[in-house]
């Protein structure tokens, strides 16, 4: 069974940073693309980013809104993806999802604000 | 970026029922690959959202033959008969041909 459990999310300052991780068992993790995506509460999801996997050297890309402050990576001996959000602004608050392409992590809350 | 832009916004339905789900991008989807990388996604109540539909037309595993996913190049269609209790939520359609990865604003559906 594929499971993708997302951690550290929580209340942080405007400016503060933030690491998740996602924790992903029941498939071959160096196999998959890993994305991120966020969700503000009431909206449609936004994609993050992305880090290629095995086969494409773990590349990664990203979407331009988030670029240059947060960064995807991943630990493929303890099969987690991480993602570390710097100069965090209200915006940002949002439930996060780790994804592989076909399945979605149950999400974690992240509450910008002072 | 690539727009999505699903239509209606919301949909009222009799269980049953059925109905369809609009999606259109902004730009072709087609890859420099050949593939389409259009998929449909269901978000029930408090829920994650889960996979329905991938490269246009493929259901995911163990979602039932009620969901069937057309289209090509801009436009592209979520169709679903015999509506059931578990199908409500809000259906989002995403393209993942061109970076960034963009979906659609959701429908959601409800029972009339």
């Known amino acids: 069974e594929v499971k993708l459990l997302e951690s550290g999310g929580g209340l942080v300052q405007p400016g503060g940073s933030l690491r998740l991780s996602c924790a992903a068992s029941?498939?071959?993790?160096?196999?998959?693309?890993m994305s991120w995506i966020r969700q503000p509460p009431g909206k449609a999801p936004e994609w993050l980013g992305v880090?290629?996997?095995?086969?494409?050297?773990?590349?990664?890309e990203y979407n331009p809104s988030v670029k240059g402050r947060f960064t995807i990576s991943r630990d493929n001996t303890q099969n987690i993806l991480y993602l570390q959000m710097n100069t965090l602004r209200a915006e940002d608050t949002a439930i996060y999802y780790c994804?592989?392409?076909?399945?979605w992590g149950q999400g974690v809350m992240v509450t910008v604000s002072s | 970026d690539v727009v999505m832009t699903q239509t209606p916004v919301s949909l009222s339905v009799s269980l049953g029922g059925q109905v369809s789900i609009s999606c259109r991008s902004s730009?072709?989807?087609?890859?420099?690959?050949?593939?389409?990388?259009l998929s449909w996604y269901l978000q029930k109540p408090g829920q994650s959202p889960q996979l329905l539909i991938y490269?246009?037309?493929n259901r995911f595993s163990g979602i039932s033959d009620r969901f069937s996913g057309s289209g090509s190049g801009t436009d592209f269609t979520l169709k679903i008969s015999r509506v059931e209790p578990d199908d409500l939520g809000v259906y989002y359609c995403?393209?993942?041909?061109?970076?960034?990865?963009?979906f659609g604003g959701g429908t959601k559906l409800e029972l009339k």
């Open positions: 994804y592989n392409n076909y399945y």
């Open positions: 029941g498939f071959t993790f160096t196999d998959f693309y």
């Open positions: 880090i290629r996997n095995k086969a494409n050297g773990y590349t990664t």
């Open positions: 730009q072709s989807l087609v890859h420099n690959n050949g593939n389409t990388y």
């Open positions: 490269k246009v037309s």
């Open positions: 995403g393209q993942g041909t061109q970076y960034p990865w963009t």
